[in-house]
């Protein structure tokens, strides 16, 4: 087989873990080959005609979901590459990376496994992001590792840049940790090429979609500061936008921070003014423009997470919140999580993330 003469480093790990055999995690930093190896191991497992799990963890790069998803799917027939498969399930996180929402991306990983895991394949392999950086980086796969709790560990490292994770995780025994080399075939990807890559993934998974609108009523923001607070009555809004003259669409308390969503922007004395009003020590201000193109994850009445979609309209006059997104319907959705990344439906993402909000 080619493969064979592309990758000899990897021969005999191949060959120890030809069966399907518990879950197995590959680990490394970026441009090691993860998503190649994986690819290979899963490419053998299948063979034995028995269900096997793949479980997508890279958020900026991925394979099966969209990006800023966790995903996962139930492989049953034989493939040749991992862009052939489709997600049977995701997690929503919201961003491309990580490091900045590193308990959304545990928690979302955990959710995925479960849910493969409901479909009982034989074995399981993990495909892991490339944030391995730092004591933030370290601490983040040495959580993964211990919530996931694989049977095996691939390590793919060019030098010793894994060492600081892998010796904390040599010292369990509930684990098998193998060191790897990086094959010379293995290339690197420019930050544009990664950018193109998330455009095209993107892109694909838009391009069925449709405006569909659902009321706020029927659904609780989740993920950001919108929904965190206790939304103020229409009486109060009516009292504010007198003392101030402005008009406020939406305001609540978030602790001592007040979140306001106004129609025109405010002036600083309005801010002030309305801060001293609500006794609040912060307050953000934004039009509802600044959600638009926002992505959101789409999670039903049992939790599960059923599509991405993107915010085309935030409408407090009619209570209502559109959304661009390729699923049947938005009747099931219950909790809308807010993500961090805007994006168009051709994929282009709109330069830096919301930060507030």
């Not at 087989?1 to 930093?29: D, F, I, K, N």
């Not at 034989?78 to 490091?99: K, N, Y």
């Not at 990086?182 to 979609?209: G, L, T």
Request: some cysteine.
């Amino acid at each position: 087989m080619r493969w064979r003469e592309l990758y000899p480093e990897w021969v005999e790990a191949l060959e120890r873990l030809s069966q399907p055999q518990g879950a197995v995690m590959v680990l490394g930093g970026t441009d090691v080959g993860k998503s190649t190896f994986c690819s290979l191991l899963l490419r053998q497992w299948v063979q034995a005609r028995a269900p096997v799990g793949f479980l997508d963890l890279d958020l900026g790069q991925t394979t099966l979901g969209p990006p800023t998803t966790l995903s996962w799917a139930l492989i049953q027939k034989p493939f040749q590459r991992l862009g052939e498969l489709e997600a049977d399930g995701f997690a929503f996180v919201g961003d491309t990376t990580p490091a900045r929402h590193p308990m959304l991306a545990l928690a979302g990983a955990r959710h995925a496994l479960d849910e493969l895991k409901s479909r009982h394949p034989v074995g399981i392999v993990i495909d892991t992001c490339g944030y391995i950086g730092g004591a933030s980086g370290r601490q983040y796969k040495l959580l993964m590792a211990d919530l996931l709790r694989p049977t095996v560990m691939i390590a793919l490292q060019r030098q010793n840049e894994l060492e600081p994770i892998l010796q904390a995780l040599e010292r369990r025994l509930d684990w098998r940790v193998e060191r790897l080399p990086v094959p010379a075939a293995i290339a690197r990807k420019s930050p544009v090429m990664r950018a193109q890559a998330r455009r095209v993934a993107f892109a694909r998974y838009f391009q069925n979609a449709r405006s569909q609108t659902l009321s706020l009523e029927q659904v609780s923001f989740t993920g950001r500061r919108l929904g965190a607070g206790q939304p103020f009555s229409p009486q109060r809004l009516c009292m504010l936008n007198q003392q101030i003259r402005g008009e406020i669409l939406h305001a609540e308390m978030v602790g001592n921070s007040l979140h306001v969503i106004v129609r025109q922007p405010l002036t600083e004395s309005q801010i002030q003014l309305l801060m001293t009003l609500c006794s609040a020590d912060r307050a953000v201000v934004l039009p509802p423009s600044a959600y638009h193109h926002l992505l959101v994850g789409l999670i039903d009445y049992q939790g599960r997470h059923f599509g991405v979609g993107l915010i085309e309209e935030l409408n407090f006059d009619q209570r209502t919140l559109t959304v661009f997104t390729p699923v049947a319907s938005v009747l099931p959705v219950r909790w809308v999580q807010l993500g961090f990344t805007r994006v168009l439906p051709d994929g282009t993402e709109l330069g830096e993330p919301l930060r507030d909000g």
